[in-house]
């Protein structure tokens, strides 16, 4: 098995070391699809820490958090003539961002409220594309992602979804 | 307490989002505290006046009086309360190194205190009750020696009920000089920017808990924001201005994010000091009690707004959406800025000195800490459809919570009900049971934990009395332009180390600065022993 440590990190400027682990709340576990057989037990988390910011907490001008992501992945084997690239995107994948393949020291930044991090195969032999063209071999969401309407839930079981736009 | 209970007060549920349906089960719920309101019919009550400068030299005598004022909050008028009878109480201008003398006279029916927020004064003039000193009564007096010992911006609040005494209007900032030439860059104006949010509805104040405050899950948002006491703040700046902005945070529980409509904007300093260099930044997001020094520069003719701009959340929804609230509005004449600071602006400078301070701490960065904190909070009785929904709701917890997007549910909780809660990891002791005792000179480094898996996390803005503090890392990350300061915001799930310099000897408090939350309970105490020897 070949493990491998994936950082994709602040855009621009060289990352601070982190002296600890950061918390674990935010993190994304990125799960294995079992579309690619020699992926099928890989693990990997993508690792949220706020970016560089005078304030501790990094904000954009629209409220947005801006986040550090790293991304950590271990038993993901290679595959001969194909290359694990990173990605993240929006939950409707409207927004996608290449964050570039995983064997390079990649970095990336996002502020997107929900946020999806993907890893896919990509054939090596074409020039990277603005859109994944490779199966997806491992997927995680935001922890915001989980945030869900609360129609038809607990004390709301009687308001019907679909009123407020789910089915 | 306070007495300011009226028989005619009722409870009325606050405001809420009309797209939000009525929680089921709670239509007739009321918080199990009495309402309580100052008296809105009250007869001779003199309208507060705006907030006047008053600049003290060493050794000067205030007289600083509480009372009720007649406060117009856009067309509507209530009764409230004032220093000096002004929204926001005096700004006290002094420079750095002087001490002055208030005489602090209390005519509320409410006991309170004053307290010299971010001031490393002398412990007997810290203001916090039963701690330092016994309420001040109605009618009675306390004579305050207030110290100012490092440059910056400050502010003065009661420390008894600050959810309701406080937000009633008792708050002013001190604007302490700088004892040296060319301590900031040149700028062509100064504004102090007191920021703050008021709950109101159709029928005027929403009244606050006597006993025990109400809002006590996620503090008490406000739904009118107030910038120095008004909802209509305006400035006006020739071309290519830069005016500099010292803003403080005054409400009970929202962080702002502040935007000036697109203007760059330049950080200077926080709470007690410049930073080691100047950073230009797209917004300030800035905590309950936090402050900030911004320089801003307004190079093209025009209006633009202050604002507070988030991503709000719609918990029923389960959704993420931008809101904005004006905070006031800049016109930016055609005439042109003379001297033109431009040029300067553009260049971040850089302090040696604050660098120079922070170097004789290095060392302690990566230590292991001598303290170690976990924030959480205990609940007991809130009604059960509050409780069902709060389990639903924790699969995501937002980092910060920048609205109120659970009005009735944050309303009828109640500080006896709720326990928000300061843990010592290693003693496992609560609040203020917990004592910690250092020497004078002693670099402790404490790690705070806000536990996500509480309850109902939230942020806390930890403010520790009478030392200044840096934040050296969050999350485990480093931080790499260090500033002096006395509260720092701690978001859910992160874990920030602070490295406090015990400078100040006496009995202290650190605490939780969202108003509802140091009522309930989040707050412990600390000693610093050795001879006080300032002169």
Same mark, same amino acid.
């Given at each position: 098995?070949?493990?491998?440590?994936?950082?994709?990190?602040?855009?621009?400027?060289?990352?601070?070391?982190?002296?600890? +682990?950061?918390?674990?709340?935010?993190?994304?576990?990125?799960?294995?699809?079992?579309?690619?057989?020699?992926?099928?037990?890989?693990?990997?988390?993508?690792?949220?820490?706020? +970016?560089?910011?005078?304030?501790?907490?990094?904000?954009?001008?629209?409220?947005?958090?801006?986040?550090?992501?790293?991304?950590?992945?271990?038993?993901?084997?290679?595959?001969?003539?194909?290359?694990?690239?990173?990605?993240?995107?929006?939950?409707?994948?409207?927004? +996608?961002?290449?964050?570039?393949?995983?064997?390079?020291?990649?970095?990336?930044?996002?502020?997107?409220?929900?946020?999806?991090?993907?890893?896919?195969?990509?054939?090596?032999?074409?020039?990277? +594309?603005?859109?994944?063209?490779?199966?997806?071999?491992?997927?995680?969401?935001?922890?915001?992602?989980?945030?869900?309407?609360?129609?038809?839930?607990?004390?709301?079981?009687?308001?019907?979804?679909?009123?407020?736009?789910?089915? | 307490?306070?007495?300011?209970?009226?028989?005619?007060?009722?409870?009325?549920?606050?405001?809420?989002?009309?797209?939000?349906?009525?929680?089921?089960?709670?239509?007739?719920?009321?918080?199990?505290?009495?309402?309580?309101?100052?008296?809105?019919?009250?007869?001779?009550?003199?309208?507060?006046?705006?907030?006047?400068?008053?600049?003290?030299?060493?050794?000067?005598?205030?007289?600083?009086?509480?009372?009720?004022?007649?406060?117009?909050?856009?067309?509507?008028?209530?009764?409230?309360?004032?220093?000096?009878?002004?929204?926001?109480?005096?700004?006290?201008?002094?420079?750095?190194?002087?001490?002055?003398?208030?005489?602090?006279?209390?005519?509320?029916?409410?006991?309170?205190?004053?307290?010299?927020?971010?001031?490393?004064?002398? @412990?007997?003039?810290?203001?916090?009750?039963?701690?330092?000193?016994?309420?001040?009564?109605?009618?009675?007096?306390?004579?305050?020696?207030?110290?100012?010992?490092?440059?910056?911006?400050?502010?003065?609040?009661?420390?008894?009920?600050?959810?309701?005494?406080?937000?009633?209007?008792?708050?002013?900032?001190?604007?302490?000089?700088?004892?040296?030439?060319?301590?900031?860059?040149?700028?062509?104006?100064? *504004?102090?920017?007191?920021?703050?949010?008021?709950?109101?509805?159709?029928?005027?104040?929403?009244?606050?808990?006597?006993?025990?405050?109400?809002?006590?899950?996620?503090?008490?948002?406000?739904?009118?924001?107030?910038?120095?006491?008004?909802?209509?703040?305006?400035?006006?700046?020739?071309?290519?201005?830069?005016?500099? #902005?010292?803003?403080?945070?005054?409400? @009970?529980?929202?962080? #702002?994010?502040?935007?000036?409509?697109?203007?760059?904007?330049?950080?200077?300093?926080?709470?007690?000091?410049?930073?080691?260099?100047?950073?230009?930044?797209?917004?300030?997001?800035?905590?309950?009690?936090?402050?900030?020094?911004?320089?801003?520069?307004?190079?093209?003719?025009?209006?633009?707004?202050?604002?507070?701009?988030?991503?709000?959340?719609?918990?029923?929804?389960?959704?993420?959406?931008?809101?904005?609230?004006?905070?006031?509005?800049?016109?930016?004449?055609?005439?042109?800025?003379?001297?033109?600071?431009?040029?300067?602006?553009?260049?971040?400078?850089?302090?040696?000195?604050?660098?120079?301070?922070?170097?004789?701490?290095?060392?302690?960065?990566?230590?292991?800490?001598?303290?170690?904190?976990?924030?959480?909070?205990?609940?007991?009785?809130?009604?059960?459809?509050?409780?069902?929904?709060?389990?639903?709701?924790?699969?995501?917890?937002?980092?910060?919570?920048?609205?109120?997007?659970?009005?009735?549910?944050?309303?009828?909780?109640?500080?006896?009900?709720?326990?928000?809660?300061?843990?010592?990891?290693?003693?496992?002791?609560?609040?203020?049971?917990?004592?910690? *005792?250092?020497?004078?000179?002693?670099?402790?480094?404490?790690?705070?934990?806000?536990?996500?898996?509480?309850?109902?996390?939230? @942020?806390?803005?930890?403010?520790?009395?009478?030392?200044?503090?840096?934040?050296?890392?969050?999350?485990?990350?480093? @931080?790499?332009?260090?500033?002096?300061?006395?509260?720092?915001?701690?978001?859910?799930?992160?874990?920030?180390?602070?490295?406090?310099?015990?400078?100040?000897?006496?009995?202290?408090?650190?605490?939780?600065?969202?108003?509802?939350?140091?009522?309930?309970?989040?707050?412990?105490?600390?000693?610093?022993?050795?001879?006080?020897?300032?002169?």
């Amino acid at each position: 098995m070949v493990g491998l440590a994936i950082s994709l990190l602040l855009l621009g400027s060289a990352p601070p070391a982190i002296c600890t +682990a950061p918390p674990d709340y935010y993190q994304i576990t990125l799960v294995p699809t079992r579309r690619v057989p020699t992926a099928r037990l890989a693990r990997g988390t993508a690792r949220l820490t706020y +970016a560089d910011s005078p304030f501790g907490i990094a904000v954009s001008a629209r409220g947005h958090y801006r986040y550090n992501v790293e991304v950590v992945v271990e038993n993901l084997r290679p595959v001969p003539g194909g290359e694990f690239v990173a990605w993240m995107a929006t939950p409707d994948l409207k927004q +996608a961002v290449r964050m570039g393949p995983v064997t390079d020291n990649v970095r990336g930044r996002t502020e997107w409220n929900k946020f999806l991090v993907f890893i896919t195969l990509e054939p090596l032999s074409q020039p990277p +594309a603005a859109r994944w063209q490779g199966p997806v071999v491992m997927r995680g969401l935001s922890r915001s992602g989980l945030m869900h309407t609360m129609a038809g839930h607990g004390p709301y079981e009687q308001e019907p979804c679909a009123v407020y736009g789910y089915y | 307490m306070p007495a300011t209970a009226a028989d005619s007060v009722v409870w009325r549920m606050p405001p809420m989002d009309m797209s939000m349906p009525m929680m089921p089960g709670l239509e007739d719920a009321l918080p199990p505290v009495p309402p309580a309101l100052p008296d809105q019919q009250a007869m001779g009550i003199p309208a507060a006046r705006p907030s006047a400068v008053v600049p003290l030299a060493d050794g000067d005598t205030l007289q600083l009086e509480a009372t009720l004022v007649r406060r117009q909050i856009g067309d509507r008028t209530f009764v409230m309360y004032g220093y000096n009878q002004q929204y926001p109480g005096p700004l006290l201008r002094v420079t750095r190194g002087s001490t002055v003398v208030v005489v602090f006279r209390n005519e509320l029916e409410d006991p309170t205190t004053v307290h010299w927020h971010g001031l490393r004064l002398a @412990n007997r003039f810290d203001g916090v009750a039963g701690l330092t000193q016994a309420p001040v009564a109605q009618g009675e007096s306390f004579t305050y020696e207030v110290y100012f010992p490092d440059t910056g911006i400050y502010w003065y609040h009661p420390h008894m009920r600050e959810d309701m005494q406080q937000d009633l209007g008792l708050y002013g900032n001190m604007l302490v000089q700088p004892d040296q030439d060319h301590y900031y860059g040149a700028v062509n104006a100064e *504004e102090t920017l007191l920021l703050d949010d008021l709950l109101l509805d159709v029928h005027g104040l929403l009244p606050w808990g006597d006993a025990s405050p109400t809002h006590a899950l996620m503090g008490r948002f406000g739904n009118v924001m107030l910038t120095n006491g008004v909802t209509d703040y305006q400035l006006s700046v020739p071309r290519g201005a830069v005016v500099r #902005f010292f803003l403080t945070n005054v409400a @009970n529980a929202r962080t #702002f994010n502040v935007t000036f409509g697109g203007a760059r904007i330049k950080v200077l300093a926080s709470d007690v000091s410049r930073y080691e260099r100047e950073v230009f930044v797209e917004s300030i997001p800035i905590a309950p009690a936090e402050r900030y020094v911004v320089d801003v520069y307004f190079e093209e003719p025009g209006t633009v707004a202050i604002t507070n701009a988030i991503q709000a959340i719609n918990h029923f929804r389960g959704e993420f959406y931008p809101h904005v609230d004006t905070l006031g509005m800049v016109t930016i004449t055609d005439e042109a800025a003379d001297p033109d600071y431009g040029e300067a602006f553009r260049v971040p400078r850089a302090y040696a000195d604050v660098t120079a301070e922070v170097d004789m701490l290095r060392e302690h960065f990566d230590r292991p800490p001598d303290k170690e904190l976990a924030l959480t909070v205990r609940v007991q009785n809130l009604p059960v459809p509050i409780m069902m929904a709060m389990e639903i709701d924790t699969l995501y917890v937002p980092p910060m919570e920048w609205n109120d997007a659970m009005p009735m549910m944050n309303w009828l909780s109640t500080g006896s009900q709720v326990t928000w809660i300061m843990r010592d990891v290693d003693t496992g002791k609560e609040n203020m049971d917990i004592r910690w *005792e250092f020497a004078l000179g002693d670099i402790v480094k404490v790690r705070i934990f806000n536990d996500p898996k509480s309850f109902h996390p939230m @942020n806390h803005p930890v403010h520790v009395h009478g030392q200044r503090f840096l934040v050296v890392a969050m999350d485990g990350v480093p @931080n790499r332009n260090l500033v002096w300061k006395d509260t720092a915001v701690l978001p859910v799930g992160s874990t920030m180390d602070l490295l406090i310099e015990m400078s100040n000897p006496g009995d202290w408090m650190a605490h939780c600065h969202i108003a509802e939350h140091l009522s309930a309970g989040m707050m412990l105490g600390f000693t610093v022993h050795g001879a006080d020897t300032r002169p």
